[in-house]
């Protein structure tokens, strides 16, 4: 890239932090810990609906016996009518969660990966959706999935203009409510960087999952640095290998989210060859020893 190129990105990037920080203040300061002081940082540890192996409210049983913190809910998928849409749907995972003494992390559109937002009309209307089921259900962030047939490709401007053109447009009603969208994909950290520019809004943030860019051959160290305040939240897994035994170093990914003074929620989505319990109370054992509640 040019000189000039990296000015622009700059210039565009401080209007982004500047936008952000408005943003933050106007939503009454409900994202204050992402951006925490040292001494009140904190992490809680949670497992994907899908990676439990439901798609309906027992999920926060499951974590309860798990011992973790909570569930990224998933929208739904077509078999069950993107069933957290429903009001119905709604009130029985917040009636779950509380029952168990269980959180909702976030909120995923893994229906994306079949219904692509680069082509599909019925994914803006998902995506759009989205925003108001996090506010009936209290949380602030909601994660479009780019697998699959979703899978993003810079090189294909058509669809890459067409996915800019639909978060601009429904970024807006994000930022209103306070709900921060977090794109979750195989792009590099500049690749990102570049999407989130063009897009132009601070609701607009990077789901980091340190797996997925593993697997695309990444130093997930330097991008998670590289990122910054632009990772909204993380998903934890390597590929095969159960949690502190493949290929990533967990304690260096502590070092490098220390350097970006994250605070929040860390999602398995890990792998779980033996048993769900065993293998999800094991590697969230490993994580609160990495990402103790209080940092």
């Known amino acids: 890239m040019s000189s000039s190129g990296k000015g622009m990105r700059v210039s565009r990037r401080e209007t982004l932090t500047a ?8 939503a009454g300061g409900v994202f204050s810990p992402l951006f925490a002081a040292p ?3 904190w992490f809680k540890i949670g497992a994907c609906e899908w990676s439990l192996g439901v798609s309906d409210p027992s999920c926060f049983a499951l974590a309860r016996q798990i011992g973790l913190d909570g569930v990224q809910v998933d929208l739904g998928t077509q078999a069950n009518d ?11 995972y917040l009636a779950a969660a509380r029952e168990q003494g269980r959180e909702i992390a976030s909120l995923a559109l893994a229906i994306l990966n079949q219904v692509p937002l680069k082509s599909d009309p019925k994914a803006a209307e998902y995506l759009s959706a989205s925003i108001d089921v996090c506010r ?3 949380i602030r962030l909601t994660m479009p999935a780019f697998f699959g047939a979703g899978e993003l490709d810079m090189d294909n401007r058509e669809e890459i203009d067409h996915v800019v053109a639909v978060l601009q447009e429904i970024a ?3 930022e209103r409510e306070g709900v921060t969208i977090g794109l979750e994909n195989y792009l590099s950290a500049e690749e990102n960087l570049d999407l989130i ?3 132009g809004s601070p609701a607009v943030k990077v789901y980091y999952d340190v797996g997925n860019s593993t697997d695309k051959g990444r130093d997930i160290y330097a991008e998670i ?11 934890a897994k390597d590929g095969p290998h159960l949690l502190g035994e493949g290929r990533i170093d967990f304690a260096e990914v502590r070092r490098a989210i220390d350097d970006i003074d994250y605070s929040g929620w860390i999602v398995l989505e890990a792998a779980r060859p033996n048993d769900l319990i065993e293998d999800y ?9 990495i990402f103790p509640e209080r940092g």
């Not at 993107?82 to 029985?92: G, M, N, T």
């Not at 640095?225 to 998903?235: A, Q, V």
């Not at 109370?281 to 020893?289: G, S, V």
Request: proline share 2%; with cysteine; hydrophobic share 50%.
């Open 19 to 26: 936008g952000a920080a408005a943003w933050l203040a106007a």
């Open 39 to 41: 001494n009140s940082r």
């Open 82 to 92: 993107v069933h957290l849409r429903r009001s119905e749907a709604q009130e029985a």
């Open 136 to 138: 009936a259900l209290g």
């Open 172 to 174: 807006p009603a994000a």
């Open 197 to 199: 520019d063009r897009i």
């Open 225 to 235: 640095r590289l990122l910054g305040e632009m990772i909204c939240e993380f998903h």
């Open 281 to 289: 109370t094991a590697q969230a054992r490993f994580l609160r020893r």
